[in-house]
């Protein structure tokens, strides 16, 4: 009993909220994403960048540092699941505590589209035991419009192949040939590849956002070189043009020079 009264006492309470963000990619089927706060920055996350709605937020209630909370689902809302998986949200303070997962509409036929997301300080208690109280429970009801997820066109190469050929021909290492080369960071973003974790770890993208574009854009190279982008210009930087040899980019940006290896 003392050593959990010492294991309780050690994780140090704050005032944190849950915020809800979802994109609707179909008419059953949305993607969701859950964070738990400690600060009110849930305008500057990556989801603003991706189209994600925020569709609910609650009030302040306490929740202790270096512990695992437990979603709980019930309504005409389910997360898309193995069997007997239960979402979690491990929190730490000043973090950016998040957790995505799809969801699906259970009846479309229903009158009640609202779905609901208990958070719980324990995993689900199996049937017959005493219910736990909820930290706080949020109504989640899915926006309108539909996002479907889409593929990187391949207009792009394309464009990339006609109006960027002088790179191929060396043309671009001509003194008269610079001022007229003006690449886009979505041609960057296709010819990077897998090179794109590096560049990301150079530009200083934090690395839980390395992982949510991973898990967000699986075997698709060339979006997660484009959400890594816009994560860097969110951060307020602006990629400009070519201003060097064949062999490298160097993109401006009001804070500092990075050089990106083609």
Known sequence: ??????THATHVPFMAKFVVFAKRI???????????????????????????TEVAKSRDVEVLEGKTQYMEFSGNLVPVLKTGEQLQLPFRAFKENRVPFTARIKDPDAADMMGRIMFMSE????????????????????????????????????????????????????????????????????????DWEPLAEELNIPPNDVAL??????????????????????????????TSSRDSVVCDSRRTAKVIKI
């Open 26 to 52: 179909d008419p059953l089927e949305a993607r969701l994403r859950v964070f738990c706060m400690t600060d009110d920055k849930e305008d500057k996350t990556l989801e603003h960048q991706e189209h994600f």
């Open 123 to 194: 995993p689900k208690v199996p049937r017959g035991e005493l219910p736990q109280t909820p930290i706080c429970t949020l109504n989640i009801l899915l926006p309108e419009k539909i996002s479907p997820d889409t593929a990187v066109s391949e207009l792009d190469l394309l464009e990339l192949s006609k109006n960027y050929s002088f790179l191929r021909d060396g043309g671009i290492s001509r003194p008269d040939a610079i001022h007229r080369a003006t690449i886009r960071l979505t041609d960057i973003a296709n010819l990077l590849d897998k």
């Open 213 to 242: 574009i991973k898990q967000e854009y699986p075997d698709k190279p060339a979006q997660q070189a484009a959400a890594m982008f816009k994560i860097w210009q969110n951060n307020g930087n602006k990629a400009t043009e070519v």
């Open 1 to 6: 009993m003392a050593t959990e009264l010492y």
